[in-house]
């Protein structure tokens, strides 16, 4: 088992740019949840999908984010334009219902 | 409302002793589970030890174990004979099966293991 899969694992974009962010979940896994981690606002749950539907966006801080599961192997969390303020460790996390939540090894962002 | 409660931001314990890291949570899911997660510098998030709510036992992995005690909504992890490469950042978190499935975690707390 490889685990959740991020990439890239790093990343540097100028502010205004379009920034994707890629999460290949746990085989089997049908609960594939996008966090964003900061020193100020610590673990936030931003979007997390069942059955690769959307259950619940509420922790998308504004438009400029978006997150897409086109299958079950395969998610995106899109942020355009990018701001400086968005710079952060972005996880990607899987588990099946009601069971342990496993982390990719998360992507940290720099906007500048 | 905070659902996870982390009330102590920063720990230093000295090598070898036992440590207890506090959580206390709020639901009125009657079916939940509880997690701790453990972050080193390195920043990945490691899995620990998982107590369901129905669970009669108190949940223990190796040197982790977690005093639970459901009355008081108390979830404490217990490191015994703590190492220093136990020094690290230490989340609990919760999910809700009845009512949206999701994980939430506390604010965290920073281990520190003194030689």
């Known amino acids: 088992d490889a685990g959740v899969i991020q990439s890239p694992r790093h990343e540097v974009t ?11 979940p746990i085989s089997g896994h049908d609960y594939l949840f996008w966090y964003r981690q900061t020193m100020m606002r610590g673990l936030e749950l931003l979007i997390y ?33 990018s701001e400086p303020r968005d710079s952060a460790v972005y996880f990607c996390a899987s588990s099946v219902s009601q069971g342990i939540t496993r982390f990719g090894q998360g992507t940290r962002l720099t906007v500048v | 409302a905070q659902k996870i409660t982390q009330t102590q931001p920063g720990m230093f314990v ?20 509880l997690f701790w997660y453990k972050q080193p510098s390195s920043g ?30 108390s979830a404490n992890l217990v490191i015994s004979a703590s190492q220093l490469g136990d020094s690290a950042m230490y989340f609990c978190a ?3 099966v009845n009512r949206d499935d999701k994980i939430i975690f506390g604010k965290g707390t920073r281990l520190h293991i003194l030689p």
């Not at chain 1, 100028?14 to 290949?24: A, D, P, S, Y």
Request: one cysteine or more; hydrophobic letters at 30%; proline letters at 5%.
């Open chain 1, 14 to 24: 100028e502010m205004g740019q379009e920034v994707t962010l890629r999460c290949k």
């Open chain 1, 49 to 81: 999908f069942n059955n690769n539907v959307p259950i619940d966006d509420s922790g998308m801080p504004e438009d400029r984010f978006s997150a897409k599961m086109p299958n079950a192997s395969f998610s995106t969390l899109k942020i355009q334009p």
């Open chain 2, 14 to 33: 000295q090598e070898k002793e036992a440590v207890t890291l506090d959580c206390t949570y709020d639901t009125s899911d009657p079916s939940y589970g």
């Open chain 2, 44 to 73: 990945e998030m490691i899995f620990l030890i998982y107590q369901g709510s129905y669970d009669q036992q108190n949940a223990t992995e190796g040197r982790y174990s977690l005093n639970f005690q459901k009355a008081r909504k």
């Open chain 2, 94 to 96: 919760m999910r809700e």
